[in-house]
């Protein structure tokens, strides 16, 4: 090539062919790229231009058209979407649930609530059965509008190629370093916890449920709610959120799973949780890693509260052996995966912009509704707290 030709190529701009596609396989790699060049795809970020180009604007004059501004406009689309998806989320949890509960109780079902508040009333059963309808329905619409709305290939939107089991051990190991270094502060408290606080955030009155009821919750929670949160925060959100570089899709998806809790008591563990699952999936390649991230932790929850509610004397050492144990069994998985992975070259997929990660978190954040939403949901926690 002469030095004319080299000269031209340094001044073509090709955000997709300059993304760094080493750290995931071929065969996702191409139906990525594949949904990107799509150019009916408006939530694709596609820019591309010769840096000695330029175009006239009425009022401006003749001025080049910036990556950053093309990319502002792609990031405002991409969040509105993100936003409607965490507005279905919260109407769903809070408005549609008291409509579903007042039609069960008026063709006879043992179930109500309180306009005024979220607490469900009635069977245990009844409210079990009602618990399980809501959540199902409140992910099952969240998954599908952001599916349409994006319309991302099912192969990039649920990675399912382990490349690296590794990755899934090494996710595991960290989740259960967090849970640990998230629930020290009980190893020292003289407060012993109840086995309802596990159910903190349903509100009803867990003491009156049966054996049944508990088992049936748990392993919906646990198995069921997992594996959904997983496909809805790992999957088109976070493959639309790649565009900008993994970071920016870990960071992302991660807050946005801690603010729809919108409880402070679990948005800390939350968002650790989601950034130890999503970064372990981009290592292992395949969304089982954050499910099973998310269903170790809550498994470790669990047992730590069972290990709690016992009023034994020695409830205290029961619940430091458990906990330590745990915490080894997570360094020394950690540090053997970093150890054998330490020669495989980059973890993460790096995004070099003229808009720093910072900015354009700020940035994507603001946009209305998802701003609006996230307001939302963090004054729903700070009424919790109060109330």
Request: proline fraction near 2%.
């Amino acid at each position: 090539m002469n030095k004319t030709a080299e000269c031209s190529d340094s001044k073509i701009i090709n955000v997709i062919d300059e993304f760094d596609y080493s750290t995931q396989n071929d065969s996702y790699n191409g139906q990525f790229i594949k949904w990107r060049r799509k150019k009916e795809n408006k939530f694709s970020f596609s820019f591309s231009s010769n840096k000695d180009e330029s175009i006239f604007i009425d009022g401006k004059g003749f001025i080049s058209e910036s990556a950053v501004s093309a990319e502002k406009r792609t990031l405002a689309r991409i969040f509105n979407i993100i936003g409607n998806a965490m507005l279905i989320w919260l109407v769903t949890d809070t408005i549609v649930v008291k409509f579903l509960v007042k039609f069960l109780s008026i063709i006879g079902i043992d179930v109500n609530s309180n306009f005024f508040n979220n607490t469900i009333y009635g069977g245990s059963l009844e409210i079990v059965t009602v618990i399980i309808m809501v959540s199902l329905i409140r992910m099952i619409v969240t998954m599908f509008y952001l599916h349409e709305s994006f319309k991302v290939p099912l192969k990039v939107e649920f990675m399912h190629t382990m490349n690296h089991p590794s990755g899934l051990v090494t996710g595991i190991s960290l989740a259960l370093l967090v849970c640990t270094i998230i629930n020290i502060p009980s190893a020292f408290s003289p407060d012993t916890k109840e086995i309802y606080s596990f159910f903190r955030n349903i509100d009803t009155d867990v003491s009156v449920w049966g054996q049944v009821e508990f088992v049936v919750y748990i392993i919906f929670d646990t198995i069921i709610m997992s594996i959904l949160s997983g496909m809805i925060f790992c999957g088109a959100v976070f493959a639309v959120c790649r565009q900008f570089g993994d970071l920016f899709a870990i960071i992302i998806t991660s807050l946005t799973a801690a603010l729809l809790t919108h409880d402070f008591g679990d948005m800390a563990a939350v968002f650790l949780i989601s950034v130890i699952g999503s970064y372990g999936m981009l290592r292992s390649g395949s969304i089982f890693t954050p499910i099973a991230v998310s269903i170790v932790y809550k498994m470790y929850v669990l047992a730590l509260t069972v290990i709690e509610a016992e009023p034994s004397v020695s409830m205290s050492m029961t619940r430091g052996m458990f906990m330590s144990l745990v915490f080894i069994a997570g360094a020394v998985g950690a540090i053997l995966c970093f150890l054998h992975n330490r020669k495989k070259g980059k973890m993460l997929a790096e995004y070099k912009s003229e808009f720093p990660l910072g900015k354009r978190i700020l940035f994507s954040v603001k946009i209305f509704p998802y701003i609006a939403v996230g307001l939302v949901c963090i004054v729903y926690a700070l009424v919790g707290v109060v109330f």
